[in-house]
């Protein structure tokens, strides 16, 4: 798999490619989301590291528009989200529930992931070709969805959430349901993804070994942001001995409470 | 929002759902199986019960298929409403509804398109119906064929609007079956699809107010009368102030959450 690509050169790295600021979010009476606030910055990887419950997906859901946002403010490439929906044209997604359509093929699927973005068939076509031969998923276009294994149907969705060239990543627990293998080889692909293209990547785990050495790291718990900085400063500061040991002591030993 | 994006989207999303009804053979097969059995046995079995008097806009007496052909166009777009409700439930489930509700475009526009995508595979199968109709000796004029596209639309967007409407007030597929009976039997008896109003005066002036009411029946008279090129302004009128309600009030009632909230596993 090789991410090379052309780096973009209009970005300006300077400014975050996506922020966050004092952003709330409750569901009826329960608190989801309470004051989170941080910067992903362009060609960069943010882990964001939270035990099931801690309110990762609320937040993936406000920065996407799909959950509307009260309280807080969210920028993307410099535009609030509250702006409209033109603001998503910057920012892709890859739920951590896949959204491939199980009964059509990797191309129709992809085309048509091409058509609301934008694209025009045959822009989308290339893209898609240029996509899935650098996930080595070429020979499986004409597959349907449904006959691919589970490492199969994640490249494909990250194909697809990078034809249209997004500034902003976002990966929900992307690598839920693999093998061992298959989640090192994306984890890899999608670093070097981040530095060739220049993209800032937010990426929602709780899985610690999917962090790398360079990453930024923002810990959630219960919907509060305890912890962000890079691996040493974070486990220097809990005084733990590993990242592993730090992520527990921050988040009750890695389980959040019942709601 | 840029018209070329809006476009493009547009086509996409058709594309998609005829490719999901071309690919669902039984869907397809029940689409039309179901009213053509209407039209030859029931329509065939009950002609001789259920003569039809001279009303507009016929201008003599006609058989009794003939009569419901256009009621039986009206259930083959009922049935592709609550067919695309049930298929923006699947989607929900699925998780493919959140791709395109992310997609760069007001969601407006995005239900509005997908609501036309599925207007336009019903308008396919009405047509498909209509042939086979034809040659089972069901025959309108040329120009017929040519006037009912417009009430088609009219009458397959107001459906799908319903079908949206009602799967947002739907949490998951097992209970869609309940609805369709409550709601597809219902609309389809209770109109003048397959006999006319003052018919069902004669017994009951409640179930003929009831099935006046029915948008069904508007959207119905709507068909009919635009098959023989003449418009039924109460009809069309109806019918539109019908689409436009649905619409509205299925864009305010759609809710992404159900989708999200009631599956998250994770943080």
């Known amino acids: ?259 | 929002m840029k018209a070329v994006d809006a476009a493009r989207a547009f086509a996409g999303i058709t594309r998609r759902e005829l490719l999901r009804f071309l690919q669902q053979r039984g869907r397809l097969i029940a689409a039309l199986v179901r009213p053509l059995l209407w039209l030859a046995v029931f329509a065939a079995g009950f002609r001789a019960v259920l003569g039809v008097s001279i009303i507009p806009p016929y201008q003599t007496y006609i058989p009794y298929e003939v009569y419901i052909a256009p009621g039986l166009i009206g259930m083959i777009q009922l049935f592709n409403g609550m067919q695309s409700s049930l298929s923006m439930v699947y989607d929900r489930e699925l998780g493919s509804m959140r791709l395109l509700l992310t997609a760069p475009l007001p969601r407006w526009f995005l239900l509005v398109a997908r609501l036309a995508a599925s207007t336009i595979v019903s308008v396919i199968q009405v047509y498909a119906f209509l042939a086979i109709a034809a040659l089972m000796g069901v025959r309108f004029s040329a120009a017929g064929y040519v006037a009912v596209l417009p009430a088609l639309v009219v009458a397959g967007v107001m459906l799908g609007a319903l079908g949206l409407l009602l799967s947002s007030f739907i949490r998951q597929l097992e209970n869609f079956a309940g609805v369709m009976n409550f709601v597809i039997f219902p609309a389809f008896f209770l109109s003048s699809a397959l006999y006319p109003l003052w018919k069902l005066r004669e017994a009951s002036d409640l179930l003929y107010w009831i099935s006046a009411l029915n948008p069904f029946t508007q959207a119905v008279e709507l068909i009919r009368f635009s098959l023989y090129l003449r418009l039924n302004p109460a009809a069309f009128g109806w019918s539109l102030l019908a689409l436009v309600v649905f619409i509205v009030a299925s864009v305010i009632a759609y809710d992404p959450r159900r989708g999200i909230a009631g599956r998250q596993t994770g943080g």
């Not at chain 1, 997604?93 to 048509?112: A, E, K, S």
């Not at chain 1, 899935?132 to 499986?140: G, Q």
């Not at chain 1, 670093?191 to 990547?201: F, N, S």
Request: with cysteine; aromatic share 4%.
């Open chain 1, 1 to 259: 798999m090789n991410p090379n690509s052309p780096a973009r050169t209009d970005i300006n790295q300077a400014a975050p490619a996506l922020s966050l600021a004092g952003v709330s979010f409750s569901y009826g009476r329960r608190r989801a989301l309470d004051e989170v606030g941080f910067d992903v910055m362009a060609g960069r990887i943010s882990m964001l590291l939270g035990p099931n419950g801690a309110g990762k997906t609320t937040l993936f859901s406000l920065i996407c528009r799909l959950l509307p946002l009260g309280t807080g403010k969210i920028a993307i490439a410099g535009r609030p989200v509250t702006a409209g929906p033109e603001v998503l044209r910057s920012l892709s997604i890859v739920f951590q529930q896949p959204t491939i359509d199980p009964d059509m093929t990797v191309r129709q699927n992809l085309l048509y992931y091409g058509a609301l973005r934008g694209l025009s068939p045959s822009e989308g076509r290339q893209r898609l070709d240029e996509e899935l031969a650098r996930l080595d998923m070429s020979e499986r276009a004409g597959d349907r969805v449904r006959s691919l294994n589970g490492g199969h149907r994640r490249r494909v969705e990250i194909a697809r959430a990078l034809m249209d060239n997004p500034r902003v990543m976002l990966l929900d627990e992307p690598t839920v349901g693999l093998d061992v293998p298959t989640r090192r080889t994306l984890v890899s692909y999608l670093h070097d993804l981040a530095a060739a293209r220049g993209m800032a990547i937010l990426w929602g785990t709780h899985l610690i070994d999917e962090v790398a050495p360079e990453d930024d790291i923002v810990i959630l718990s219960e919907g509060r942001v305890v912890a962000t900085g890079n691996r040493h400063d974070i486990v220097a500061a809990v005084g733990a001995a590993d990242l592993d040991e730090a992520f527990r002591l921050l988040t009750h030993n890695g389980k959040e409470p019942p709601p």
